[in-house]
């Protein structure tokens, strides 16, 4: 296996499908059953969940709204995404622990990082809900800051963009994917990996990132396997 332990990061907005809000229920079937199909090769698996398709604390000054609240209203968010995909993991019979930056104890653990690797140890699938638990940080963060916690090999960012390209390859057909690429030179690209306070947290911890498209089934397995899908960001 080319990697013993992953943080997969899933995006809100993914998790919503062609409807664009809520959770569709298809795409929650092709995430839990790609998962499974990675978890069976032998890889520990840690998850952190966007929560876009719900709510973004930077959407809430429109609604009157400060940002603050905002962005606990965001985690919340994640939070909802993060059940969702435990009971949906649930239902294919693998064994879960949802983990929260914030204190939800009637719903989910909270967020303890030795009891994160046990389980993970364990053969448990960990999501993190709640992000870390902090404003003005995004999921992406949450994401670095565990992997690193946890020690996990890689962050694979799972989108629906098959990689990283020299521009938005949804808008320009012209774009170039890269499949490999250092993290000076993302820096220096100005490309739109991560955002920086993830990205930076990765460079200086020596954490490699994948980005690939979540989207495509068997593509989680593929990767864990050794395949060269997606594009690499590592030294
Ligand atoms: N958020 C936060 N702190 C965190 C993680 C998330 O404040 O540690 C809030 C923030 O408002 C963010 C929202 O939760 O906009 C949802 O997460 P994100 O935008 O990262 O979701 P994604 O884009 O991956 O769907």
């Known amino acids: ?11 809100g907005e993914a998790l919503a499908g062609a409807d664009k809000h809520g959770i569709s229920p298809e795409q929650l079937i092709q995430y839990t059953q790609d998962i499974k199909a990675a978890l069976d090769k032998g890889v520990e698996i840690a998850i952190v969940i966007g929560g876009g398709n719900i709510f973004r604390g930077i959407q809430a000054e429109k609604s009157g709204v400060d940002r603050v609240q905002g962005d606990y209203m965001g985690m919340l968010a994640t939070l909802i995404n993060a059940m969702a995909l435990q009971s949906a993991l649930e239902n294919q019979g693998i064994q879960t622990r949802l983990m929260s930056g914030l204190q939800i104890n ?14 993970l140890e364990k053969g448990r699938v960990v999501i993190f809900g709640a992000g870390i638990g902090n404003p003005y940080f995004t999921t992406d963060s949450t ?3 565990r992997a690193v916690e946890i020690e996990a090999d890689v962050v694979l960012k799972g989108t629906r963009v098959d990689g990283v390209y020299t521009a938005d390859p949804e808008k320009d057909p012209e774009a170039q994917k890269f499949n490999n690429i250092s993290f000076a030179e993302v820096y220096k690209r100005g490309l739109n990996v991560m955002d920086m306070t993830a990205f930076t947290l990765c460079k200086e911890n020596g954490l490699p990132i994948i980005v690939f ?15 060269d899908i997606g594009t690499l960001i590592s030294d």
Not at 106 to 119: L, M, S, T
Request: glycine share 4%.
């Open 213 to 227: 498209d979540m989207n495509k089934k068997g593509n989680l397995e593929r990767l864990v396997t050794g395949e």
């Open 106 to 119: 009637q719903v989910c653990e909270p967020f303890i990082r030795r009891k994160a690797v046990r389980h």
């Open 1 to 11: 296996m080319k990697y013993k332990r992953i943080l997969l990061k899933l995006s």
């Open 143 to 145: 994401a670095s800051l």
